[in-house]
């Protein structure tokens, strides 16, 4: 990418559900026309682009389109096949390119690359076949048995005791290529959320605080309150490294374990927005999603400021299911920021929206936001 794409062009992404939808109003905000390949012809990206492209990710017809009307195109989903994105780039600037997405692919890869980076991970050891599994050492139990390919939102993963659990997780998981990780005893999770430019400049996010429940992440808060500077310092540091070694364009986000003993490793990386920066939007001058605009289409890229704390609630499906949230409950109190994905279908654990409170401190925000918890049903954290 040798110059800016100037407002007025059309952005391309392949994807079309919330991060897409969210990419597409930061995008027209800025003035770009946008541009989604989506097979969904309801996908709440598609439902606010200026141009929607129903076909599936492989389609060379609705890639060829997509690169018709594009100036340049992104993606949402790391799931994404890293060779559509290689044909996309064969005509158009592509961010993330095809090699660092096929790495965020694969967790084996992953890890290989946190290794490079001089990051350290939790110990693990690929398992590939029956042997493989034979030979795993009894030091890696407990573990989690995860599939090297297309898990996110903890699908694909089974925790694991004994070797008789392990056996029958690898035979759940339909004997594909897994990883088994060492379950180390984790304090905290948190995450950063960088983005990289063409010329290698990099900036980043707050470091943010999250709660999972069921591996989807339910709560966010910023800043972390229970993870000192120096750590919060050294986690920046170590996405930044991450991001740079993988020679990245556009917004990344690195998820850690913090252990009970203090130290820090690193867990899996997302290539591009992720749920745990929707806070950005509300809280802070410049969104994750801004700035995988400008990531994109070689603007500059200032660093984010935090200009409120906050603590962000994913709205999953399970709160419609046999009633309507109360959301002039919700609405009544100061600093809620609602925002729903337009999707038509509530089901248990889809994300349907998220809610971000912002206050002038910490405390506030978490006070506000165990109010809003009790209408809508969301157990406290």
């Given at each position: 990418?040798?110059?800016?794409?100037?407002?007025?062009?059309?952005?391309?992404?392949?994807?079309?559900?919330?991060?897409?939808?969210?990419?597409?109003?930061?995008?027209?905000?800025?003035?770009?026309?946008?541009?989604v390949l989506?097979?969904?012809p309801a996908?709440?990206?598609?439902?606010?682009?200026?141009?929607?492209?129903?076909?599936?990710?492989?389609?060379?017809?609705?890639?060829?389109?997509?690169?018709?009307?594009?100036?340049?195109?992104?993606?949402?989903?790391?799931?994404?096949?890293?060779?559509?994105?290689?044909?996309?780039?064969?005509?158009?600037?592509?961010?993330?390119?095809?090699?660092?997405?096929?790495?965020?692919?694969?967790?084996?890869?992953?890890?290989?690359?946190?290794?490079?980076?001089?990051?350290?991970?939790?110990?693990?050891?690929?398992?590939?076949?029956?042997?493989?599994?034979?030979?795993?050492?009894?030091?890696?139990l407990p573990?989690?048995?995860?599939?090297?390919?297309?898990?996110?939102?903890?699908?694909?993963?089974?925790?694991?005791?004994?070797?008789?659990?392990?056996?029958?997780?690898?035979?759940?998981?339909?004997?594909?290529?897994?990883?088994?990780?060492?379950?180390?005893?984790?304090?905290?999770?948190?995450?950063?959320?960088?983005?990289?430019?063409?010329?290698?400049?990099?900036?980043?996010?707050?470091?943010?605080?999250?709660?999972?429940?069921?591996?989807?992440?339910?709560?966010?808060?910023?800043?972390?309150?229970?993870?000192?500077?120096?750590?919060?310092?050294?986690?920046?540091?170590?996405?930044?490294?991450?991001?740079?070694?993988?020679?990245?364009?556009?917004?990344?986000?690195?998820?850690?374990?913090?252990?009970?003993?203090?130290?820090?490793?690193?867990?899996?990386?997302?290539?591009?927005?992720?749920?745990?920066?929707?806070?950005?939007?509300?809280?802070?001058?410049?969104?994750?999603?801004?700035?995988?605009?400008?990531?994109?289409?070689?603007?500059?890229?200032?660093?984010?400021?935090?200009?409120?704390?906050?603590?962000?609630?994913?709205?999953?499906?399970?709160?419609?299911?046999?009633?309507?949230?109360?959301?002039?409950?919700?609405?009544?109190?100061?600093?809620?920021?609602?925002?729903?994905?337009?999707?038509?279908?509530?089901?248990?654990?889809?994300?349907?929206?998220?809610?971000?409170?912002?206050?002038?401190?910490?405390?506030?925000?978490?006070?506000?936001?165990?109010?809003?918890?009790?209408?809508?049903?969301?157990?406290?954290?």
């Amino acid at each position: 990418m040798t110059r800016l794409i100037p407002p007025g062009a059309t952005l391309g992404v392949m994807g079309g559900g919330q991060l897409a939808r969210m990419f597409v109003h930061a995008a027209q905000q800025m003035g770009y026309s946008t541009a989604v390949l989506d097979a969904d012809p309801a996908s709440p990206a598609g439902l606010v682009a200026h141009h929607h492209i129903r076909t599936d990710y492989l389609d060379d017809a609705g890639l060829a389109q997509l690169a018709d009307v594009s100036a340049a195109v992104t993606t949402e989903f790391e799931n994404v096949p890293a060779r559509s994105l290689a044909r996309l780039a064969e005509r158009r600037p592509v961010a993330p390119g095809a090699a660092a997405v096929a790495v965020c692919q694969d967790r084996l890869a992953e890890k290989a690359h946190f290794v490079r980076s001089g990051v350290a991970c939790a110990p693990h050891a690929a398992i590939e076949s029956s042997a493989h599994l034979e030979s795993i050492g009894d030091e890696l139990l407990p573990g989690i048995l995860k599939t090297a390919r297309l898990g996110y939102d903890g699908k694909g993963q089974v925790r694991v005791r004994t070797r008789e659990q392990l056996q029958q997780a690898w035979n759940e998981l339909a004997n594909v290529t897994c990883v088994l990780e060492k379950m180390l005893p984790l304090a905290h999770e948190i995450s950063v959320i960088v983005a990289r430019g063409d010329d290698g400049s990099v900036v980043d996010l707050p470091v943010q605080q999250n709660l999972h429940r069921d591996g989807i992440l339910a709560v966010t808060r910023v800043p972390a309150p229970d993870v000192n500077t120096d750590l919060q310092s050294r986690a920046i540091e170590s996405a930044r490294k991450i991001v740079s070694e993988l020679a990245y364009v556009g917004v990344l986000c690195v998820e850690f374990f913090v252990l009970q003993d203090g130290s820090l490793v690193v867990n899996e990386m997302a290539p591009r927005p992720h749920n745990s920066g929707h806070y950005s939007i509300d809280a802070c001058d410049v969104s994750q999603f801004d700035l995988q605009v400008r990531a994109m289409t070689g603007a500059p890229l200032v660093q984010p400021r935090l200009h409120s704390a906050c603590v962000m609630l994913n709205l999953l499906g399970d709160l419609w299911i046999g009633r309507e949230p109360d959301w002039a409950a919700v609405l009544a109190h100061p600093g809620v920021h609602l925002h729903l994905y337009g999707k038509t279908e509530a089901r248990a654990g889809r994300k349907m929206g998220h809610l971000t409170v912002t206050a002038a401190n910490a405390h506030e925000a978490d006070a506000v936001a165990r109010k809003v918890a009790v209408p809508l049903g969301i157990e406290a954290w």
